[in-house]
């Protein structure tokens, strides 16, 4: 094979590879406990897959196999060291970082969410951002108090 053939294949996967970092939420980053650890136990699989994709020997696929696991890296290192542990809520007269609140909507659907960092929140296993819509109109707020999130109304009927 032409060393030309070889070094354009080289210069098109470093271009393939070449990826933008994953965006890093503005503001603080606020972790619960259960938050840092999986941030720590992340970087720890992107330690070990971009350790594992340096010793592939071909060049080419090993660019392609360290990309994600490189960019992942750089991610969580950042949010680890960014982390601001925040301790658990000492008492559950008001929605705070950390709770869990039960509200229900003006068509009666009734809802519950622990209010967690960026990187932790997922809604369908009930957890949300602390930045998000509704956990910024819940923060402060008490059982029985009514907020407006959007066009909509929810009222809180329970803080754990």
């Known amino acids: 094979m032409s060393v030309a053939f070889t070094k354009e294949d080289s210069a098109q996967t470093a271009s393939e590879t070449m990826l933008p970092d994953r965006p890093i939420p503005p503001g603080p980053n606020l972790v619960t406990a259960e938050g840092l650890e999986a941030l720590e136990r992340q970087l720890a699989e992107a330690r070990a897959a971009y350790d594992a994709a340096m010793t592939i020997e071909d060049v080419n696929e090993r660019r392609r196999e360290a990309a994600n696991p490189f960019r992942d890296l750089r991610y969580f290192g ?7 542990l925040v301790a658990p809520p000492a008492t559950t ?21 622990r209010i967690v960092g960026e990187d932790e929140a997922n809604p369908k296993t009930g957890s949300i ?3 998000s819509p509704v956990a910024r109109a819940l923060m402060g707020k008490g059982v029985g108090d009514v907020v407006s999130v959007g066009a909509a109304e929810v009222e809180v009927v329970a803080i754990e």
């Open 78 to 84: 950042e949010r680890v060291r960014t982390a601001q």
């Open 93 to 113: 007269q008001t929605v705070a970082f950390g709770s869990t609140v039960t509200f229900e909507r003006a068509d009666g659907r009734v809802q519950t969410y």
């Open 129 to 131: 951002s602390f930045a």
